[in-house]
């Protein structure tokens, strides 16, 4: 492995070299002083060249990455495979060029409970659960059969003009009943958690033109949050990858901070203390714009993708002030309180946290968030079809009718809520004509809660590793940042690719996660068993742990 960088410039072009000579000529000619290279096998090496006059007073600069196949390759090398998916077709989301030019894809063909398979029939297990979405496994038979029920019978109707489908009320019906943190009163269908967030934008400025606030239309969201990839919903989305090049976020898109304990807290800061720091800074962010001009604020109940952030202690509180100050108006104020002082909507987007995942029905349970509008969308049908939803309140809907425009998904949503909810069998009262009464009902929300001390007690063990700086979650959702001791202000030099090398030894065993920088994230199926959390999850994930420290240390050792 060829193992160089030099961090310079903004504008990156991508160029494969694919012949040691050729890069040593280069790196001796341009980068002599800058590159340190670790010599161990030469499978791929790209070179990203990179410009930015104004940085750099209009001098050229390179920056040199070189991976290994073992670290970036999608699937291992089989002469037996009969073809060869480099540079597809598809324009891949989140990929990088290179990675399409240059390696084969991991092609999935085959999903068996918490398993999938690649096309040369490697099995992984799925311990992001697709994208945090394959709640009830990769081929629940129950979903399965709710989805061709519903195509047999009636495909696709729409529910505009005051027409729809009994299989769309129901659904309504059902979500209504099962969101118990405040009631709401409408359920509107999309196709995605993406699609779910920019409706609530246009419902909040419908809602607001129609009480007379015309200027009342700026979004408060927060750094390192997730809302989706649309244009919108990206403008929501916190993480600096999502704007660049794409003229985001939009105008009306504002963000606070991040409620990340461990990397943001001030010494001596208590959580509580920390919390409170933060709702005044959203406090005195609504301030400065105007609260006249803020229409909504919108969270996670636990930040997703940017890296599973649980919130601290007391930050969704939505108590009365504290203390009485005369030159503030409130002291002690948490989130829920500061948006509902100034007028202000507050969205919950529980596409990640919905339906178990936390050890409670919804992440509202668990932080007693009371919240005005609801995103739901992924476990929803634990992804087998595409469908969302946003649940609005009685207030809300007094303003804005919803429409409905879904069918086989509210079919195979329908099935998965009955998954989710009962724990026994189901009787002739469920208004659903695909509710039957089956034997063994499984309540899944139960079961995440009874495995969450398992997956959370078992991923803390490895938490004295010295390349580890944290580890954090709640329920069956768990990140891991390595840095260098244990200090969020010390991270590993960004070409050694720590999190990269994690992530490609979990694969290598047999076990997918999501890899973000130098953070990795878990986020198995529900309906994972404790023998397989345990024996597979745990031990691999201690054995790429394992793995990752030795190449640590031997980048250490290279460095000196």
């Known amino acids: 492995m060829l193992l160089g960088c030099l961090y310079r410039g903004r504008e990156t072009i991508f160029v494969s070299v694919y012949r040691i000579d050729v890069l040593a000529n280069l790196c001796l000619d341009k980068l002599t002083d800058h590159v340190h290279f670790n010599v161990l096998s030469i499978c791929h090496i790209s070179l990203l060249y990179t410009r930015n006059a104004a940085a750099s ?31 597809h077709s598809m324009l891949a989301p989140f990929t990088a060029g290179w990675q399409t030019a240059d390696t084969d894809p991991l092609v999935i063909e085959k999903s068996e409970g918490c398993y999938v398979y690649d096309s040369n029939g490697k099995k992984y297990l799925d311990s992001l659960a697709g ?84 200027n009342k239309k700026k979004f408060i969201a927060r750094s390192k949050s997730y809302h989706g990839s649309t244009l919108i919903a990206a403008s929501l989305t916190g993480l600096p990858a999502l704007h660049q090049q794409f003229d985001l976020p939009a105008p009306f898109v504002l963000h606070t901070d991040c409620p990340h304990y461990w990397r943001y807290h001030l010494p001596g800061e208590t959580e509580e203390d920390f919390a409170t720091r933060l709702a005044k800074n959203l406090e005195d962010l ?38 009485e100050n005369k030159n503030r108006n409130v002291v002690g104020l948490k989130i829920q309180a500061v948006v509902k002082k100034y007028d202000i909507l507050f969205i919950a987007d529980e596409v990640v946290c ?53 069918l086989v998904s509210c ?73 260098e001791n244990k200090s969020p202000n010390d991270p590993f030099p960004a070409e050694w690719g720590v999190g990269a090398y994690f992530g490609a030894q979990c694969q290598k065993n047999g076990m997918l996660v999501r890899v973000a920088g130098d953070s990795i994230m878990l986020c198995p199926p529900l309906s994972i068993s404790e023998g397989e959390l345990d024996e597979v999850l745990i031990s691999k994930y201690g054995q790429a742990l394992k793995d990752t420290e030795a190449r640590v240390k031997e980048l250490k050792a290279q460095k000196k």
């Not at 992440?363 to 992924?378: E, Q």
């Not at 995440?448 to 700086?469: C, H, M, N, V």
Request: charged content about 20%; aromatic content about 10%.
């Open 57 to 87: 007073g209009g001098r050229t600069s390179y920056h040199v990455r070189c991976f290994t196949t073992d670290m970036y390759a999608s699937k291992p090398q089989d002469s037996t495979m009969e073809k060869s998916y480099k540079g």
């Open 131 to 214: 994208l945090w979405c394959t709640a009830l496994g990769g081929n629940e038979p129950r979903l399965i059969d709710a989805a061709t029920k519903q195509l047999k019978t009636l495909p696709f109707y729409h529910s505009f003009w005051n027409r729809t489908t009994k299989v769309s009320l129901d659904l309504a019906d059902e979500l209504l009943e099962t969101f118990t943190a405040r009631k709401m009163a409408k359920a509107f269908f999309v196709n995605s958690g993406s699609e779910a967030n920019d409706t609530q934008v246009k419902l909040v400025w419908y809602y607001n033109n129609a009480l007379g606030r015309p």
């Open 286 to 323: 609504i301030l400065k714009e105007g609260p006249e001009t803020i229409a909504a604020f919108i969270a996670e109940p636990v930040m997703g993708a940017g890296g599973v952030i649980p919130p601290p202690a007391t930050y969704f509180d939505k108590k009365p002030p504290i203390v």
């Open 354 to 406: 919905a339906f178990g995942r936390l050890g409670e029905m919804f992440g509202s349970d668990k932080y007693n968030i009371k919240p005005d509008l609801v995103s739901l969308a992924k476990a929803l049908s634990s992804a087998y079809m595409p469908i969302g939803a946003v649940l609005v309140s009685p207030e809300i809907s007094e303003v804005i009718h919803s429409q409905s425009n879904k």
């Open 411 to 483: 079919a195979v949503a329908l099935e998965a809520l009955k998954l989710y909810k009962y724990g026994h069998p189901l009787t002739e009262t469920v208004s659903c004509v695909y509710y039957v009464a089956l034997l063994g009902e499984r309540n899944i929300v139960e079961r995440a809660r009874s495995l969450t001390p398992k997956f959370q007690d078992g991923l803390r063990a490895y938490t004295d590793s010295p390349i580890i700086g944290e580890i954090r979650g709640t329920g069956l959702i768990m990140g891991t940042e390595f840095t």
